[in-house]
C-alpha cells in the first residue's frame, strides 16, 4: 500500500483554515480516499489538553514552545504517522510552520532553538517528517480582523497586538519563500469559490496519483 498524502493549512486567524479545511476534506472524500481531519496544538486527547493551556494561560515563551512540540510528537505518534502508514490522508489544521510563524516570526523564538525541536519531535533516518503540502491562506490584517469580528470569543494570540500579527504574516510569507516546492501561498482575499477552483487546481495532480 502507497503512503498516504499529509496536506496543512496556514494562516493568520480568520484568513479562511477552517473553510477552506472542511472543503478540502470533503474534496478528497469525493476520490473515494480515506481522510483523517485533525489540528495543532491539539489532535489527541493529550494535545487537545495542553491547546487548552497554550491558547489561555500566559507562559514563558520557551515554554510555549516546548509544549507546542510536546503536543506535535503526540500528534505525530499517535495519529499522523500511524494514519500515512495506513495508507490515509492527513489534513491538518496548523503544524510546524505556524510554529515558526507565530513563536519564532510573533514572539522572536531562536531560530536554533525551533530548529533543535523540529529535528528532535520530527526528525526521521529519512529526513524531516513534514506534509507533502502546505496552502498558506494569505490576507491582510485588516481583512483577518475584520473576519475575526464575528463574534468570536479571542484566544491568547488572537489578542495580540496588530504589530505581532503583522510578524507572523511575514514569518509565513518567508517560510513560504524558503520551501517554494511543499508551500503554496494562496491568495485568501479573494471570493471562496475563487479559491475552492485554486485548491482544486493545486490537488489535481496529488488526487490523479492516487487514482
Ligand atoms: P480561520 O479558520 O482561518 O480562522 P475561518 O475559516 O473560520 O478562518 O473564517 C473566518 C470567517 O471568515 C468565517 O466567518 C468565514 O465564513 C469567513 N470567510 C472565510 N473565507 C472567506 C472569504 N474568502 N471571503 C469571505 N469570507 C470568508
Redesign the pocket.
Known sequence: MTRGRFISVE???????????QWLVEHVRQQQLSVVQTREPGGTPLGEQLRTLLLNEAMHLETEALLMFAARNEHIQQVILPALQRGEWVLC?RFTDATYAYQCGGRGLDLAKFSQLEHWVQGRPEGLLEPDLTLI?DVPLEVSKA??A?GRVLDRFEREQADFHARVRAAYLQRAKSAPQRIKVID?????EA?QHELATILGPWLQEQA
Not at 486567524?13 to 477552506?20: C, L, N, R, Y
Open positions: 494562516g493568520l486567524d480568520g484568513a479562511g483554515k477552517s473553510t477552506h479545511l489544521d491562506f473576519r475575526m464575528n485568501a482575499n479573494r471570493s471562496i479559491i
